[in-house]
């Protein structure tokens, strides 16, 4: 049977990006040995961290002053990194959910913390707006997509201060408008690799402004000068991200990623706003997350949300039950998700329905 991957993350991939890795695995670029047992300094995978930092460059028309590094650590490791390098006095977050609340704990080492806005008290169901951004701080952290709770912030927003971002979740999911931020983030587990490689998109002129001495790995500038490479990239999923980033070129780049998970995203709504048995728990379409979708049972069905899930399961439907923070349901749509598993889901709901 056919198995839809629906998992928040690590998530599916492209079948281009598992055949090639497969290959490398086996035979790398004709070196007649292992993408795991080679050199990251040989030329074939320095030519690899060239292309993937340029592919993904050209991806989302990154403008000059930019630099794209891929270090380990996952994004949690920019929580803190990011005030780091960042942060002189003071910083501003908006809270928007787990994630965006472990950055703002980290931040808290490094100075003073304004937190703008929150919406925790609708259990982060929407995104906080009206708030205001203080002039005063050296940056304002935004988390663009909540992986957790199915909601996002879709545009790039102005900003009187230097604006960071942890898009671990959307990125390349749609076009950024990159200028608009000084730093960018993410974990590629999501949408664009294995786990165990961090994306991190720095502007060169924000760094040296803060006077704590910053220990050498976790400066932006040694990885810059380094080229990535200041001491072991990891390797394999460098590779797999480079494989990924080809696919999503030779798929009509960032835009079409975005008309794409668009239709996927707005079928599976209709379908939870139109099914009896379900109720989205994002309720202001704006905020509805383009790459994981979340719904609940309706009450007079909730007896029905474990059985829905063996259901579903049995179908084929894989990794849909929602995070335990927010209870019944979570479709994760990264780009690799073809649109067919969204019908084959969207059949499932509805044969379902029609035997309740
Ligand atoms: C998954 C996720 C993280 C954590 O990423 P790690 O690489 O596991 O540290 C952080 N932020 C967001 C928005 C996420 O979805």
Redesign the pocket.
């Known amino acids: 049977m056919k198995k839809h991957n629906f998992y928040a993350?690590p998530a599916i991939l492209p079948e281009f990006t598992i055949k090639n890795v497969r290959e490398a695995v086996r035979d790398f670029a004709g070196t007649g040995l292992s993408i795991m047992e080679i050199s990251h300094r040989s030329k074939e995978f320095t030519a690899v961290m060239e292309q993937a930092q340029s592919l993904f460059k050209e991806l989302l028309d990154i403008p000059e002053g930019y630099h794209v590094l891929f270090l380990g650590g996952?994004?949690?490791t920019q929580f803190t990194v990011a005030p780091m390098n960042l942060m002189q006095r003071k910083s501003a977050y908006l809270n928007t959910g787990a994630?965006a609340g472990k950055a703002i704990k980290e931040a808290k080492l490094y100075g003073e913390v304004e937190v703008v806005a929150s919406s925790e008290d609708r259990n982060f169901s929407y995104i906080p707006k009206g708030y205001k951004i203080p002039e005063d701080a050296d940056y304002f952290h935004i988390?663009t997509?909540n992986?957790i709770y199915g909601t996002e912030i879709k545009e790039d927003m102005d900003s009187p201060v230097p604006l960071v971002a942890?898009m671990?979740?959307d990125i390349l999911s749609r076009p950024v408008d990159v200028s608009k931020y000084v730093l960018i983030y993410g974990?590629a587990?999501?949408n664009l690799a294995p786990a165990g490689v961090?994306f991190v998109i720095v502007r060169e002129d924000i760094l040296g402004k803060v006077d704590r001495k910053i220990p050498t790995i976790f400066n932006y500038r040694t990885h810059i000068d380094k080229g990535s490479m200041f001491n072991t990239p990891p390797v394999l999923p460098v590779y797999a991200a480079l494989q990924t980033l080809i696919w999503i070129r030779d798929n009509g780049g960032v835009e079409a990623m975005q008309k794409r998970n668009h239709e996927k995203s707005s079928l599976l709504y209709e379908e939870i706003d139109r099914n009896k048995l379900f109720k989205p728990t994002i309720l202001h379409e704006d905020d509805r997350s383009v790459m994981n979708v979340c719904w609940v049972m309706n009450e007079e069905y909730a007896e029905l949300e474990k059985p829905f899930l063996e259901y579903a399961t049995a179908k084929g439907m894989i990794g849909i039950k929602g995070h335990r923070s927010v209870g019944g349901f979570r479709a994760s749509l990264y780009n690799a998700l073809p649109l067919g598993s969204v019908k084959a889901l969207i059949g499932v709901m509805q044969e379902y329905e029609s035997k309740a």
């Open positions: 993350g996952g994004a949690s994630w988390t997509n992986t942890d671990s979740s974990g587990q999501k961090t």
